[in-house]
């Protein structure tokens, strides 16, 4: 039975949708993760190595104040997990964990958020933004074991809260989003590094596990095709959905999928449960269908494109808030039938 007065929810992802305020991260991290959620930064990033930082930081920056200010709202500030956690009746944002200060003490016993913006399930994605890693995030996990342990002043209640805790996590969009620089395509075949994507996920959870978490909620990736900054580089005229991309993503998501109903008849896995939460069919039937749902566009963004330079008026009316991240209506329409997966999964 699903107790929603003794659900805890804990966050470990790639923020590719950002949860809280930007999430956890140093300074520098920050910075970085800023940069990243703008379309001009991250096409600074990619084109060109030579170029003065003070002006990418400033220009991006400049973005960013458009973004915040003009509209007084970063529409998605408050995104995917917490959406998730408050459909669960759990609370309406799930804090950072490196925002300990804003915490409040009670949070510590209902979840918090791990994640980091550019972050991946392959440490290259991680170093190459130069944001936190998984085994960052697990480092980070022990402190808050730490904490959670003193808050409850028994560990045999701090176990227990664990154990009964969901565990969300979202990796892979960004690896496979940076997997297409030539770089990489000269290290390994599409094949394997997927293949590698499933096994360094496995790892993540098996050291979640050795940590006392049983309950997985694991999110396969989105149709990363089909992100507005694709379909602008790669769609042509139409803005068709980048074919390499989406099939990269289905790759990932099938050979995860297969391994999650392999992993609780593991005995490294003994009384773990796992759910797969389809994230690519519930984005991609939004966007194949996005009348049905109340959307007028899910090709083009409502921000920070060259054809959406100022914010849109009406960005529930998109599908995409910017070039690689939905809007707060998306994550509205889809949170239910995803809760609705995790319930019948963890139940």
């Known amino acids: 039975m699903w107790a929603i007065n003794t659900f805890r929810i804990s966050v470990f992802d790639d ?127 022990k402190k808050y074991l730490k904490k959670l342990k003193n808050a409850t002043k028994n560990k045999k209640e701090m176990k227990k809260i664990i154990s009964n805790a969901v565990f969300l996590i979202s990796e892979g969009n960004n690896d496979i989003g940076y997997f297409v620089t030539p770089a990489r395509l000269r290290l390994r075949s599409i094949d394997t590094y997927t293949s590698d994507m499933v096994f360094w996920t496995k790892a993540f959870l098996q050291d979640l596990y050795d940590l006392g978490a049983r309950k997985f909620a694991v999110m396969g990736v989105i149709p990363v095709g089909c992100l507005p900054f694709h379909r602008f580089l790669f769609g042509g005229v139409f803005a068709w959905c980048n074919f390499m991309m989406n099939r990269i993503s289905e790759d990932f998501n099938t050979k995860l999928q297969k391994a999650l109903i392999g992993y609780e008849v593991e005995k490294s896995f003994k009384g773990a449960k796992f759910v797969y939460v389809d994230m690519y069919g519930s984005i991609m039937d939004l966007i194949n269908h996005p009348k049905a749902y109340g959307f007028t566009e899910a090709k083009r963004s409502c921000c920070c494109m060259v054809t959406s330079i100022i914010p849109c008026r009406n960005p529930d009316e998109y599908v995409f808030y ?26």
Request: glycine share 10%.
């Open 15 to 141: 923020k590719k949708k950002p949860t809280g305020r930007f999430g956890n991260g140093r300074v520098f991290t920050d910075m970085v993760g800023r940069i990243s959620h703008s379309f001009y930064g991250l096409l600074i990033f990619i084109f060109t190595e030579k170029i003065n930082v003070f002006y990418l930081f400033l220009f991006s920056y400049l973005i960013l104040y458009i973004e915040n200010t003009l509209w007084r709202k970063l529409y998605f500030h408050v995104v995917k997990s917490s959406d998730i956690a408050q459909e669960l009746g759990v609370k309406r944002v799930v804090p950072a964990y490196r925002r300990l200060r804003r915490i409040k003490p009670d949070d510590l016993k209902t979840g918090v958020c791990f994640a980091s913006g550019g972050s991946g399930i392959d440490h290259l994605t991680s170093r190459t933004l130069g944001v936190l890693s998984t085994g960052d995030q697990i480092g980070d996990f």
């Open 322 to 347: 910017d070039f690689a991240h939905p809007t707060m209506k998306t994550y509205e329409v889809i949170s239910k039938p995803l809760v609705y997966q995790m319930r019948k999964g963890l139940a």
